[in-house]
C-alpha cells in the first residue's frame, strides 16, 4: 500500500519523526534517506483544521480515512451508499485504492528538477516531440497569466518564462486530456480540470506579486492541488462495476470528496513521484499555516487562488480583512506577505 495510507503495527514500530517547529524543519522522519522516500504518516505534528481533517503526526492515515468512512455512515440515504462506503473501508484496507496514471511526458517532466543539467533547448526538444502538447504549451504562454507577451518556439518559452513555469504548463497540458476524465464523472472533472487551471494560473500570478515564491512552482502547486478529488472520482467510477452503474447520492459523493481529497491527493503524490514541495500544497491548502515555516507562503498562496477562484465575492471581505480566513492563523499566519498588494494582482488578471 501507498506510505501514505501504510498501517504500521507490531514489531515494525512507529519511527520517531520531527517535531515539526515554526521555522519549517523537515517533516520527514529522522531517517528517512531523500525527500522522495515514502514517509509513513503525514507531515506535520499540527492539531486537526476543522473542515478539511488530516490526521495528526502519531495516527496512521490509513486508519484514520477509515475512521472518516465510519463517520460518514450517518450520511448514506440508500443500501448503495453504504456498500460504497463499505467497499471503500475494504479498498483502503487491502492498499488497493486506485491512483490516476500520468502521460509519459508528464511523468519524465516531473522527475526533472531545477538544478537539471538539460539545455532549454533539450527542455524545449522534450516537449516538441509532441505537437499537440507543444502548440498547447505556447498557446498558454502566449496568456495573459504569463505576462511575457508574445512567445514564438519553444526554446523562446523557456528562456522567457524559465524551467519551472514551462514544465508546470507543459505537465499541466499533458495531464488535462489523460487524467481529468473519469467515466461517469466527466461534468465534475471537467469543471475540476478547469478549476485547477485556473488556480494554477493565478497562483503563479501571486507568486510574482509576492517576490517570495516560484511562479513556475506555484504553476505546478495549483495544478495539483485537488488532485485528491481525481482519486476519489476514480474508485468510485470503478466501483460502478459492481454496482451495475449505480452511483451514489449527489450528498455522499461530495462529502467524500470534501474530507478525503487533502489525504488522497498526498496518496497520489507519493505514488506518482511529485515533488515534496508540492505535497504541502496538496495536503494542507485548507490550512496553509499548519504547513512548515518554510513551506507556508507557497502553500497559503495557493490557498488564496483557490478561495478566490471558487467564491470571487469574497473578495470584498479579503480586501477589507474581514473574511474569516484571514482571522484564523491556521489559513493566513501573520507573518505571510501582506494582502493588499495580492489581491490587486490577482484583480488585474482574474
Not at 517533516?27 to 481533517?53: F, G, K, M, Q, W
Not at 511575457?148 to 504548463?169: K, T, Y
Not at 485537488?226 to 447520492?249: F, I, K
Request: net charge negative; glycine share 8%.
Amino acid at each position: 500500500m501507498f506510505g501514505w495510507l501504510r498501517r504500521r503495527s507490531g514489531s515494525q514500530g512507529a519511527k520517531t519523526v520531527r517535531k515539526v517547529a515554526d521555522e519549517g524543519k523537515d517533516p520527514r522522519p529522522v531517517d528517512s534517506p531523500t525527500p522522495t522516500a515514502s514517509p509513513r504518516a503525514l507531515p506535520n505534528a499540527v492539531p486537526e483544521p476543522p473542515d478539511r481533517p488530516l490526521p495528526p503526526i502519531d495516527q496512521e492515515v490509513g486508519p484514520f480515512v477509515q475512521e472518516r468512512l465510519e463517520e460518514l455512515t450517518a450520511l448514506a440515504m440508500n443500501p448503495l451508499d453504504r456498500r460504497i462506503l463499505v467497499q471503500l473501508h475494504e479498498v483502503i484496507g487491502q492498499g488497493t485504492l486506485e491512483i490516476p496514471m500520468v502521460p509519459d511526458v508528464a511523468g519524465r517532466l516531473l522527475s526533472l528538477d531545477s538544478d537539471s543539467e538539460l539545455s532549454n533547448l533539450e527542455v524545449a526538444g522534450m516537449i516538441g516531440r509532441d505537437q499537440e502538447l507543444s502548440a498547447r504549451v505556447l498557446q498558454v504562454a502566449n496568456s495573459p497569466a504569463t505576462g511575457v507577451g508574445h512567445v514564438q518556439d519553444l526554446d523562446q518559452c523557456v528562456s522567457l518564462l524559465g524551467f519551472e513555469m514551462v514544465r508546470g504548463i507543459a505537465v499541466g497540458v499533458a495531464m488535462s486530456e489523460a487524467v481529468f476524465r473519469v467515466p461517469g464523472y466527466e461534468t465534475e472533472t471537467r469543471a475540476l480540470r478547469f478549476h485547477s487551471e485556473q488556480v494554477a494560473a493565478q497562483a503563479a500570478v501571486l507568486a510574482r506579486a509576492s517576490k517570495e515564491a516560484s511562479p513556475g512552482e506555484l504553476y505546478m502547486a495549483g495544478l495539483f492541488h485537488d488532485v485528491g478529488q481525481l482519486v476519489v472520482y476514480l474508485n468510485l467510477s470503478r466501483m460502478r462495476a459492481h454496482t451495475r452503474g449505480g452511483r451514489p447520492t449527489s450528498l455522499l459523493v461530495k462529502k467524500l470528496v470534501e474530507e478525503l481529497h487533502p489525504v488522497l491527493g498526498l496518496s497520489f503524490a507519493e505514488a506518482r513521484g511529485l515533488p515534496e514541495a508540492l505535497r504541502w500544497s496538496i495536503g494542507y491548502h485548507h490550512a496553509p499555516g499548519l504547513a512548515p515555516g518554510k513551506h507556508q507562503t507557497a502553500v497559503a498562496l495557493v490557498a488564496l487562488a483557490d478561495v478566490l477562484d471558487e467564491d470571487a465575492e469574497a473578495l470584498p471581505a479579503f480586501e477589507d480583512e474581514s473574511h474569516p480566513l484571514l482571522l484564523d492563523p491556521s489559513f493566513w499566519p501573520e507573518d505571510l506577505p501582506e494582502i493588499a498588494g495580492l489581491l490587486e494582482a490577482w484583480k488585474a488578471t482574474a
